[in-house]
């Protein structure tokens, strides 16, 4: 058997005259290493292999839960988008059309002359166009008690359409009161309205 003291005596320029027990050795040596060396080399493309696996595996995990929890949802998305437009449509319904305006005029007239009020000035104003809906402030002028003030403006609020009181002024007239206030009211256009509208915009933004 060699010892440590056989194997540092060898000389490396002549391993042919080395014991075969030095020789098997070596070659053991030589034959683990090149094993070794070609195992790293070929599972270095393997491990990187699997990380890109494991990277790939933890997009398609968040991918799934979110995709599940966007299916979990849908129906209450699909719920809330068909409350909202009925909520839409019951609003639109309150909007007169232009030919309604009239009518909702003499509403608001009637409004006031029901609670005993003297109106001293009812001025419609000009339409603002918003969009796909057209804003007309009413100018007026109502004398009469506080009572009768209060509950005129709570049968303003109750109205089948929509019209809200703005920049309220109440002032001491003798033993009345005497308020001032800018009534608005919308109404949506109609489609000849929409088209003018839009054909009056383009040219607009074709300048820009």
Do not use: C, H
Request: net charge neutral; glycine share 6%.
């Amino acid at each position: 058997m060699m010892t440590f003291d056989d194997l540092k005596n060898l000389n490396p320029k002549t391993p042919g005259a080395w014991p075969w027990a030095a020789k098997l050795m070596a070659f053991a040596a030589i034959f683990l290493g090149v094993v070794t060396m070609g195992a790293l080399l070929d599972w270095q493309d393997q491990w990187e292999n699997l990380k890109t696996a494991r990277v790939q595996e933890d997009s398609l995990k968040e991918a799934f839960l979110t995709k599940k929890k966007q299916a979990v949802n849908l129906d209450l998305i699909k719920k809330q988008l068909l409350e909202t437009q009925e909520s839409f449509g019951a609003l639109l319904k309150q909007l007169p059309n232009k030919s309604e305006m009239d009518a909702l005029l003499t509403d608001i007239n009637q409004a006031g002359l029901g609670r005993g009020l003297q109106f001293e000035l009812f001025r419609p104003g000009a339409e603002t166009i918003k969009g796909s809906f057209a804003e007309q402030p009413i100018t007026i002028k109502v004398t009469g008690s506080y009572d009768d003030l209060g509950k005129f403006s709570s049968d303003i609020s109750m109205l089948p359409r929509i019209v809200t009181l703005n920049e309220i002024a109440i002032t001491p007239a003798g033993g009345s009161l005497t308020m001032d206030a800018i009534a608005k009211t919308f109404r949506y256009l109609d489609t000849d309205e929409i088209a003018a509208q839009k054909k009056t915009a383009k040219p607009a933004g074709a300048n820009k």
